[in-house]
């Protein structure tokens, strides 16, 4: 299947830092989705993307959908503690296939 | 409104068991997924369902039936339980999958 390659795969910075993380495949997608993970829950979404060079934000989450169509990129400024968890990229193949496939995480964690 | 039951929250089992993992949504999602994870791994798809009656496999369906008798309901079998089994499994449904899926909270299984 498709693989989609996330990093960094770990994140330990200080409160207030900003904070950036990429996703890339190797086949373009149609649909960028980015979720977040708190500890013992489901993943919950972020924000989507839907044509290539788009720019969401949501709060102080920021996400881009690549030019390419083979990545998206996160950014998460002025970090507060609640912001601990794990960031899933998630893309939808074209044709409108029903499948996401999820990158394998970057596990952010604030030092006090 | 509920969103993505699943129950149970944890199980574990012996090598060899059976058991169904139940997963119930009130959204009238008619696409709905089964995802393993586990560390470094991200999200695996199982299988997945795009309405009543209607099933097909993910990434890593072995060892693991779907049926979709109802709009509501998607339980996952477990057929012969294996070590390789020892995941943390989520359900998720959604209107359609390029506005994102919702997850449920996630059942903690152990095979010993």
């Known amino acids: 299947g498709q693989q989609l390659n996330q990093s960094p795969q770990s994140m330990f910075i200080q409160e207030g830092e900003d904070v950036s993380m990429n996703c890339t495949s190797s086949?373009?997608?149609?649909?960028w989705l980015w979720y977040k993970q708190d500890p013992g829950e489901g993943p919950v979404l972020l924000i989507a993307?839907?044509?290539?060079?788009e720019l969401t934000s949501n709060g102080r989450l920021t996400a881009q959908f690549g030019i390419t169509r083979k990545d998206s990129f996160l950014n998460i400024s002025a970090s507060i503690p609640s912001d601990v968890g794990i960031y899933f990229c998630a893309g939808q193949p074209p044709p409108g296939n029903e499948k996401l496939t999820f990158g394998t995480g970057t596990r952010l964690t604030i030092i006090p | 409104n509920a969103g993505v039951t699943q129950t149970p929250k944890f199980q574990v089992l012996k090598t060899g068991q059976s058991m169904t993992l139940q997963c119930a949504q009130d959204?009238?999602?008619?696409?709905m997924s089964w995802y393993r994870q586990d560390p470094g791994m991200g999200l695996r798809l199982i299988h997945y369902?795009?309405?009543?009656?209607?099933?097909d496999q993910g990434e890593v369906p072995n060892g693991y039936n779907v049926s979709r008798s109802t709009t509501e309901d998607f339980p996952l079998r477990l057929l012969s339980a294996a070590p390789s089994q020892t995941s943390v499994y989520f359900c998720?449904?959604?209107?359609?999958?390029?506005?994102?899926?919702?997850f449920g909270s996630g059942t903690r299984l152990t095979v010993v």
């Open positions: 086949s373009i997608f149609n649909t």
């Open positions: 959204m009238n999602h008619e696409y």
């Open positions: 998720a449904s959604s209107n359609s999958p390029g506005n994102g899926y919702t």
């Open positions: 369902s795009v309405g009543a009656g209607i099933t």
């Open positions: 993307l839907y044509k290539a060079g």
